[in-house]
Nanobody
């Protein structure tokens, strides 16, 4: 089992930045693809970003590409999502997830473990 706990959310003005963290426990995540997803009120959960085991392969949704950077520190069992130039449409609950496969994928159904989420609100 892997337990994931997100942190770093909050209320930020448009144009600002946030760094989300996802701390894992229970197992080392070095052999997990890690992903970030978000869900806005009334909308389906959507892919934001994912990173391979070593960090060498990173995938981003078009909506955040160029404004966000995913990274991981396997020694700390932690994954990060740096978000810049935030927009009101980035407002959502952000979830960290772990996929115990080799492939970096966007579909939520591939991810085995999920955190409880951290709320991000961007004011205009």
């Amino acid at each position: 089992q892997v337990q994931l706990v997100e942190s770093g959310g909050g209320l930020v003005q448009a144009g600002g930045s946030l760094r989300l963290s996802c701390a894992a426990s229970g197992r080392a995540i070095s052999n997990f693809v890690m992903g970030w997803f978000r869900q806005a009120p009334g909308k389906e959960r959507e892919f934001v970003s994912a990173i391979s085991w070593s960090g060498g392969n990173r995938l981003y949704a078009d909506s955040v590409k160029g404004r966000s950077t995913i990274s991981r520190d396997n020694a700390k069992n932690t994954v990060y999502l740096q978000m810049n130039s935030l927009k009101p449409e980035d407002t959502a609950d952000y979830y960290c997830a772990a996929d115990n496969s080799w492939y970096v994928r966007q579909e939520p159904r591939h991810y085995n473990y999920w955190g409880q989420g951290t709320q991000v609100t961007i004011s205009s």
